[in-house]
């Protein structure tokens, strides 16, 4: 059982044209608290919270890095083409054998660059879950990150509401499903 629990806790690394996506480690908190420490970013996710508590970045790599999560976090690296070691994380959360939610962000300094669609495209392809199906949300106010769903395949089923710790509200979203081949 030990074995089964080593791969599966294992995340491939996936190169894509400008960067590659790769399992967080301990050095990438820094960074992390650098870009989630923009009120825009942090209003843009439903769990990070605006101000940064001290240490919440550490405590968010040690998670995603931990043997037993549920989620797995890409850093979305542009070291090997000059850009930042993070320019944000793109993540899957297992919901069920077969199904996982897709969460991603980026720095405000690389909005609008295309590397949010290339890291959801990437991540999508390789399906490392290997999920029939996936899901995703976009906050109505942010009609970028919707762009990026629909550009990679998802398809929109309908509104909803979710909580964002950073504005302690529940904030209008609009929910997408892409079924994997």
């Known amino acids: 059982m030990n074995e089964l629990l080593s791969s599966e806790a294992r995340q491939i690394e996936i190169v894509t044209e400008r960067f590659v996506l790769r399992?967080?480690?301990?050095?990438?908190?820094?960074?992390?608290?650098?870009?989630?420490?923009?009120?825009?970013?942090a209003e843009g996710t439903r769990s990070i919270p605006h101000p940064l508590p001290p240490g919440a970045s550490e405590a968010y790599v040690r998670r995603a890095m931990a043997e037993d999560r549920d989620e797995d976090v890409w850093a979305i690296d542009g070291s090997a083409n000059k850009l930042a070691e993070v320019l944000g994380v793109v993540s899957l959360t297992r919901i069920d054998r077969e199904q996982s939610e897709l969460g991603?962000?980026?720095?405000?300094?690389?909005?609008?660059?295309?590397?949010?669609?290339?890291?959801?495209?990437?991540?999508?392809?390789?399906?490392?879950?290997?999920?029939?199906?996936?899901?995703?949300?976009?906050f109505q106010d942010n009609p970028g990150s919707a762009r990026v769903l629909t550009n990679c395949g998802f398809d929109y089923l309908?509104?909803?509401?979710?909580?964002?710790?950073?504005?302690?509200?529940r904030v209008p979203t609009w929910t997408y499903l892409r079924k994997m081949g």
Do not use: M
């Not at 399992?23 to 970013?41: E, F, K, M, N, Q």
């Not at 309908?158 to 509200?169: K, L, P, Q, T, Y």
């Open 23 to 41: 399992p967080l480690r301990a050095s990438d908190a820094g960074l992390i608290a650098h870009y989630t420490a923009d009120r825009r970013v």
């Open 104 to 138: 991603f962000w980026v720095g405000a300094g690389f909005w609008n660059t295309g590397f949010a669609t290339e890291a959801v495209s990437a991540l999508v392809e390789a399906n490392p879950h290997r999920s029939r199906t996936l899901f995703a949300e976009a």
């Open 158 to 169: 309908g509104d909803a509401e979710s909580w964002s710790v950073a504005r302690d509200a």
